[in-house]
């Protein structure tokens, strides 16, 4: 009888299968990787080696609190010649005196998450079992037959393995990006995800059934899309706020990466952190989701309707001097971003695959939580309403009607001309380069084409704005140069009466400081104007001068100054209403990196930025990160107060850890002037061997 087989070491070779897995970043301590792929652990024997034949060797892997292998979550497979396609499987790839190499792979199929391995070993009836580890998997992009597979190279490295990107802000006239450092394998990253998925309502529920279905992607993005805001007093990662008061917390201008904010979550308990708006919502969902492997990208939608009714139209109430009355609960957002996340839907009729929109900013409850999607782009596009998930309020989110009522003295109502604004510049980061991708095409076809009437026709959608009578009387809103902080601005109404007789009108024009969400503030400039006169096919255009000292108090940290002009004809009593969001800019950060941009090798950031305003900066604050740069979050305080007109300051140390391209990210904050953000891409040499 041949003497027991004896385990002494093994090697989970978490650095090679790192490489091998495109996980390495997550750091060599834990073994990271992909369904579907193969990856190779080494069992080195003491006393004799191993005989095939004689030996017989299988492994157990279990995940989850109650392993079970009908629900997918525990697995027994013993070492065989050649792999098995359709489950775990094991196979001897070389055999060198007391060590073995092992070759392990699970089905493209398998959960993800955290797993338990254990090797047995039997000869003859002799058998023990030892715990070699754990590792985790991930979905696999790069897998043919993994539901999150994406064929192009370049798409893989952007969505699921860039940590850093630019969010779309601004105004649809004026669109900022903003850079984010998504951070998915920054330390203890993977393990935050995975607590998040432990933390969610249905895995309290029923552990073992939420286990089981963390193989399936559109599962997952449901979790992940609910967990991201706290809602539903589920633990979850963010509280959302929009008031402008932000002080008990971080203004949501503030953040420039996901990375602190799941840490803040984890380190109080998992906590809500105080405080999120959409881009951040978005960004921290797309962290998670890229973290666990599933393609991701966050979109921006420029003047997204909030339809509360569902009945695709967005009523808004101006009484005669353009302010906003009786405020409905419908809004149209300045911009409002999501996450796109890329899968294959099989719980679908074919033909929806591909893209999908997540929208994990707390808006609408979705089979009872706050939570939306996954709902395929495609069905967007095309009106499929009734799918799954959340479709009618992504569609009215990129299609609803605006129509503006003003409202007179007497209480009666005028329906005035507007056209179509919804949904516009859909923006995503493009791969590969800081540039904007405009996607709007995958989410509408080109207005007023015949297919757009399709589409509204399936969604029983009349455009109202296609049926509009013109009037002859065009309004329309310009902007001269850029408007800077701390600058007066000049915007104009060009009046154009595109008709054969004279129009006598009286035209109103206000501005005032707003929110992205669409809530306005204070006036802070206006003229009215009750007798302008237009000749037969007359263009005229009035100046109205915005006062710093004006917009100064009120201007939130979105930077926003909403311009309404209503001309009412006086023959017709008809109203024509124009809106346009004018972005006011911040002054740029600059940032300079002296010396030579090496692995492990010290750098020096050169930090500075003018103070535009006439008053000085209290309270000046920097902050920076960088995956792959930084060691974490640098924070630098000014000790002085920053002059008008004067420079503030910093220099920083670091020592970049990886090689390759990396973005160094930085904002700052003060007490007149808030949510600056600046970034440099550095291109760190590898260390020479």
Not at 387 to 411: C, H, M, S, T
């Amino acid at each position: 009888m041949a003497e027991d087989l004896v385990l002494e070491t093994w090697d989970l070779q978490c650095e090679r299968n790192g490489r091998e897995h495109r996980t390495a970043e997550m750091g060599c301590q834990q073994l990271v990787v992909r369904r579907g792929q193969p990856f190779t652990i080494t069992l080195h024997f003491s006393g004799r080696d191993y005989e095939e034949g004689v030996d017989k060797l299988a492994f157990n892997v279990e995940t989850g609190p109650c392993p079970i292998e009908t629900s997918g979550t525990r697995f027994h497979f013993a070492v065989t010649d050649f792999p098995d396609e359709s489950g775990w499987s094991a196979v001897v790839q070389q055999q060198d005196g007391g060590s073995l190499s092992v070759s392990l792979c699970s089905p493209p199929s398998a959960c993800v998450g955290r797993y338990s391995l254990t090797l047995e070993t039997s000869t003859g009836y002799q058998g023990t079992s030892c715990h070699i580890g754990d590792f985790v998997l991930l979905f696999n992009a790069w897998h043919p037959e993994d539901a999150v597979f994406l064929r192009d190279e370049d798409e893989r490295c952007e969505y699921v393995l860039s940590q850093q990107g630019l969010i779309y802000q601004g105004a649809r006239d004026y669109i900022t990006s903003a850079p984010w450092n998504f951070g998915q394998f920054e330390d203890d990253i993977l393990s935050i995800c995975l607590k998040l998925l432990d933390t969610n309502p249905k895995f309290l529920r029923d552990q073992n059934r939420d286990c089981s279905r963390r193989n399936d992607p559109v599962y997952i993005g449901r979790v992940v899309s609910a967990m991201v805001n706290c809602n539903d007093e589920d633990r979850g990662v963010l509280a959302g706020r929009w008031d402008n008061h932000y002080e008990d917390g971080m203004s949501p201008m503030a953040w420039i990466g996901s990375v602190d904010i799941l840490k803040r979550w984890k380190k109080f308990g998992c906590q809500p952190v105080k405080y999120g708006q959409c881009w951040v919502f978005a960004a921290v969902a797309c962290t998670v989701m890229r973290c666990l492997g599933i393609p991701s990208r966050v979109v921006t939608n420029y003047n997204s309707a909030h339809d509360t009714n569902g009945n695709l139209v967005i009523d808004r109430y101006l009484n005669e001097m353009g302010e906003e009355d009786r405020r409905s609960k419908d809004m149209i957002w300045n911009f409002h971003c999501w996450v796109e996340s890329w899968m294959a839907r099989p719980d679908l009729a074919p033909g929806y695959d591909g893209w999908q929109a997540l929208d994990p900013t707390p808006q609408e409850k979705s089979e009872g939580v706050f939570c939306c999607g996954p709902a395929p782009v495609k069905a967007i596009k095309e009106g499929d309403l009734q799918l799954k998930y959340d479709i009618p309020f992504i569609f009215a989110e990129v299609n609803a009607d605006v129509v503006y009522w003003v409202v007179q003295r007497d209480g009666s109502q005028k329906k005035s001309t507007h056209s179509s604004v919804v949904g516009k510049n859909i923006s995503t980061k493009s791969v590969g380069r800081d540039s904007r991708e405009d996607i709007t095409h995958t989410y509408k076809y080109p207005e007023g084409s015949e297919k757009e009437r399709e589409v509204f026709a399936k969604a029983e959608h009349e455009k109202r704005s296609l049926r509009e009578e013109d009037e002859g009387l065009h309004l329309k809103i310009k902007l001269s140069e850029g408007a800077n902080n701390g600058c007066d601005f000049d915007v104009f109404a060009i009046i154009n009466n595109a008709t054969d007789s004279e129009r006598v009108c009286r035209l109103m024009l206000c501005a005032r400081t707003a929110s992205y969400n669409g809530t306005v503030g204070p006036q802070c400039g206006m003229k009215d104007l009750l007798n302008v006169t237009l000749a037969p096919w007359e263009e005229k255009s009035v100046p109205l001068r915005v006062l710093y000292e004006k917009y100064r108090e009120s201007l939130t940290q979105d930077n926003l100054i909403k311009v309404v002009a209503l001309l009412t004809e006086y023959q017709t009593g008809d109203v024509v209403v124009a809106v346009r969001d004018v972005y006011i800019q911040n002054p740029e950060i600059k940032i300079r990196i002296l010396g030579e941009p090496m692995q492990k090798r010290k750098l020096v950031a050169e930090i500075s930025l003018v103070n535009p305003l006439a008053a000085p900066l209290h309270n000046c604050v920097f902050v920076v990160e960088g995956a792959g740069l930084t060691d974490g979050q640098q924070v630098k305080e000014l000790e002085e107060p920053v002059e008008p007109q004067a420079q503030a300051k910093f220099r920083l140390d670091f020592v970049p850890h990886q090689a390759g391209l990396h973005k160094l990210m930085v904002d700052f904050e003060s007490d007149k002037l808030t949510g600056v953000k600046g970034y440099r891409n550095v291109i760190i040499a590898p260390q020479p061997k």
